[in-house]
C-alpha cells in the first residue's frame, strides 16, 4: 500500500503536516521528487530554471512568434 504524506524537514528529521495512522517505529521509505531534491541546494534557482527550459525546449513549434497565425488558426 501507497500513501502520499506532506511533512516539513527541519533539524534532520520529517515532520508529518497531518496525523499518520501508524503504528510507533514503523519503518517507511521517503521518496523526493528530484527537483526537490536538486534544488535544495540550488539558492539562485538555476536549477530549478534549468528544468523549466528543458520541458519547454519540446513543447512545440519554435518558430510561434514568426508564424503566430498559422500555429493559432490552422485547421
Known amino acids: 500500500m501507497t500513501i502520499a504524506v506532506k511533512a516539513i524537514y527541519e533539524h534532520g528529521v520529517f515532520r508529518p503536516v497531518e496525523p499518520v495512522q501508524l503504528k510507533e517505529a514503523t519503518e517507511v521509505e521517503v521518496l523526493l521528487p528530484t527537483s526537490v531534491a ?4 540550488d539558492p539562485t534557482g ?3 530554471m534549468r528544468e523549466f527550459i528543458a520541458l519547454a525546449r519540446d ?3 519554435t518558430n510561434a512568434s514568426v508564424d503566430h497565425d498559422t500555429i493559432l488558426y490552422r485547421r
Open 59 to 61: 513543447a512545440g513549434p
Open 38 to 41: 536538486e534544488t535544495s541546494d
Open 46 to 48: 538555476w536549477v530549478a
